[in-house]
C-alpha cells in the first residue's frame, strides 16, 4: 500500500474520474478518518474474552474450565489458576503452617496477578509462578510460559473479591455446590493426593475453609453473571456458556463498531488454511488451493448479506415448498490484479455472472504497477488504433484502467480485493461505483483479509457497503504492509516473481479481455 494520504492520491484524480461526486465532502470526510483512527489503530488489538470463575474450595470450578476448553477446542484458551499467586511464606510462618490461612485474600499476591492479566490482556506472553505447596514457596519450579489467547479462564475462590480483579473480566461464573459435597470432595483430595492427615484436614475446615467462606466467598457471589449449581454435573449450563462465549468471540472488536462489518466464524479448517497461505514457505500450488477454499467461504458468506424475495416451488412430490429466490441483478468487479484471484470462486457460485475491472496504481509498491502501467498504456494506444476503446485511462491520477457492465447502477456489486490495507484503493474504487450510479448500500465488499486502519477508512467514509472479511489483521508496519499478512498475494497467486517486473505487469493483462 502506499505512503501518501488517500487525499493526497484523489486529488490528482478528481477532476478527471471523479466529477458529478462530491469530492470535497468526502476529502473532508477522510481528514477527519486520518486524524481520528491513527491512534486508535495504534493501540487496538484484540481483546481477548476473560472468564472468572469463583466458588468455594472442592466446588468443581476446574471441571467447569476444563469443560469450557474442551468444547472451546478451536479456540486458543488459557487457564490462570489464583492459587499460583500465593504469597511465599516466611521462615516464621512455616514454622506454624497448619496455622496459616490460605483461605483469606491476604494470602494471595493479587498485585502480582493483576500485573499478569494486564499483559495478557494487552497481547504479551508472560511467566505465571508455578507454586509448590510442600515448601510454600513460588521459586522451586520454573514458571509457566503462557502466550496470549482468545480466551482466558480465571479460577480461584476469591477472584471476585477484590474489585480491580473483577473489572477485567467479561464474564463472571461463580460455581455453586452443597457444603457437604465440597467438604467429601476435599477430604478425599488432601487424604489421597496430598497425602494430608484426616484429622488435620477435618481441623483445617472447621477453623480456616468454612470461616473464610462464609466470610469471604459466599458474598462474592452477587458478583456472578452466571451461577451454576452443581458444578461440572451441569452440562446444560456449561453449554449455554460455551455457546454464549461462541457468540462474543464471532464478534470482533471491529463489528461492535461497525455493524456492516461481518467476519466469518472461525474454525480449525479456517485457521488451518490460513496457516497454509501464511506461511512463506507454502508452494504456490498450495497456495493457490488454500486460498481458493478461502475465498469460496467469503464469497459464500457475501452472497448471504444479497435481497432475497420468497418462492414457492412444488417438489417431485407434489408436495409445496416456500424458499426463496436468488437476487437476480448481480455483478461482480474485481480490483486489478489480486482481486481477479476472487474471480473463480465467484462465478462458481453465481452462474453467467458478469464481472467488471477496475485497476488503480498504488502510489509507493514497487516498479512491478509502474511496469504494468506502461504495459497498459501500449495496449491503450493498439486498441485505440484498431478502433475499440476498450479502456478508460488517465495517468494524471490513479486510476488507470476501468470496464464495468453498462447497467452497473441498476445491480448489486460485490467489489473483489482479497487484501484490505491502508483503504486508499477501495475508497477510490467505491467512490467510481458511487460514480457510475451504484447505490451505496448496494455494494458488498469482499475481502479475505483486512487492516484495521482500511476498515475504519472504508467503513466511515462510506458506512452503508458490508465489508466480509476472514480475518481482522494487527495493523500495517511503517511501510504501510498488512502484517501479519500474507505477502503480495498477486505475486503468489499468479506466480509471479518480484524481481521480474515483465512477468509481474503481464500477469494482470492476460485477463483483461474478460468480463
Not at 487496538?44 to 476448553?69: L, R
Not at 480461584?156 to 480491580?164: A, M
Not at 476435599?186 to 480456616?208: H, M, N, P, W
Not at 502510489?363 to 476498450?390: K, P, T, Y
Request: charged letters at 25%.
Amino acid at each position: 500500500m502506499g505512503s501518501k494520504s488517500v487525499v493526497d492520491l484523489m486529488e490528482a484524480s478528481s477532476g478527471a474520474h471523479f466529477s458529478g461526486f462530491h469530492m470535497d465532502t468526502l476529502k473532508q470526510r477522510i481528514k477527519e478518518i486520518d486524524t481520528s483512527t491513527t491512534s486508535a489503530t495504534e493501540n487496538m488489538h484484540k481483546q481477548p474474552f476473560v472468564i472468572g470463575v469463583a466458588g468455594g474450595a472442592a466446588s468443581g470450578k476446574t471441571t467447569v474450565c476444563d469443560m469450557i476448553i474442551q468444547q472451546l477446542h478451536d479456540q486458543r484458551v488459557v487457564l490462570v489458576n489464583q492459587d499460583s499467586f500465593y504469597h511465599d511464606l516466611t521462615e516464621e510462618e512455616l514454622t506454624q503452617v497448619y496455622d496459616y490461612n490460605f483461605d483469606h485474600p491476604d494470602a494471595f499476591d493479587t498485585k502480582q496477578l493483576l500485573r499478569i492479566m494486564e499483559k495478557l490482556k494487552h497481547g504479551q506472553a508472560v511467566d505465571i509462578p508455578n507454586y509448590d505447596f510442600k515448601s510454600y514457596k513460588n521459586n522451586v519450579f520454573p514458571a509457566r510460559r503462557v502466550n496470549p489467547s482468545d480466551v482466558i479462564l480465571l479460577e480461584g475462590i476469591l477472584i471476585f473479591h477484590d474489585p480491580r480483579v473483577r473489572e477485567l473480566m467479561n464474564m463472571k461464573i461463580f460455581v455453586d455446590t452443597d457444603a457437604d459435597v465440597r467438604l467429601a470432595r476435599r477430604i478425599r483430595r488432601d487424604t489421597v493426593e496430598k497425602g494430608r492427615d484426616i484429622g488435620a484436614v477435618l481441623d483445617q475446615y472447621s477453623k480456616f475453609v468454612k470461616a473464610a467462606f462464609d466470610d469471604f466467598i459466599l458474598p462474592t457471589k452477587k458478583y456472578a453473571d452466571i451461577i451454576i449449581p452443581r458444578g461440572g454435573d451441569n452440562h446444560v449450563a456449561i453449554d449455554l456458556i460455551v455457546q454464549h462465549i461462541r457468540t462474543k468471540l464471532g464478534q470482533h472488536d471491529l463489528c461492535k463498531i461497525y455493524p456492516n462489518l461481518y467476519v466469518i466464524q472461525s474454525t480449525f479448517q479456517i485457521r488451518g488454511m490460513h496457516t497454509l497461505i501464511r506461511d512463506s514457505q507454502t508452494t504456490k500450488h498450495d497456495f493457490v488451493f488454500y486460498s481458493d477454499r478461502l475465498i469460496r467461504l467469503v464469497v459464500e458468506h457475501g452472497l448471504g448479506h444479497l435481497p432475497f424475495t420468497e418462492k414457492q416451488v412444488i417438489t417431485p412430490t407434489g408436495s409445496v415448498y416456500t424458499g426463496v429466490d436468488f437476487c437476480k441483478r448481480l455483478c461482480g468487479v474485481s480490483i486489478i490484479r489480486s482481486g481477479e484471484s476472487m474471480e473463480n470462486a465467484l462465478r462458481a457460485c453465481c452462474k453467467g455472472i458478469k464481472i467488471g475491472k477496475i485497476l488503480i496504481h498504488r502510489e509507493g509498491d514497487n516498479g512491478q504497477q509502474v511496469c504494468a502501467s506502461l504495459f497498459l498504456l501500449l495496449s491503450v494506444q493498439v486498441f485505440r488504433f484498431l478502433g475499440a476503446n476498450l479502456f478508460s485511462v488517465s495517468f494524471s491520477g490513479q486510476l488507470i484502467y476501468e470496464k464495468l457492465p453498462m447497467d452497473i447502477s441498476e445491480r448489486h456489486v460485490l467489489l473483489l480485493d482479497p487484501i484490505l490495507g491502508t483503504g486508499n484503493s477501495a475508497v477510490q474504487a467505491i467512490s467510481l461505483l458511487l460514480k457510475k450510479g451504484v447505490p451505496e448500500s448496494n455494494i458488498i465488499f469482499l475481502n479475505l483479509i483486512s487492516a484495521p486502519q482500511g476498515v475504519h477508512m472504508v467503513c466511515k467514509c462510506f458506512p452503508r457497503i458490508k465489508i466480509v472479511t476472514s480475518e481482522i489483521e494487527m495493523g500495517l508496519n511503517k511501510d504501510f504492509r498488512v502484517i501479519p499478512g500474507m505477502g503480495e498475494f498477486g505475486d503468489r497467486y499468479f506466480g509471479t516473481d518480484d524481481d521480474d517486473p515483465q512477468v509481474a505487469a503481464a500477469a494482470p493483462s492476460q485477463q483483461f479481455h474478460q468480463g
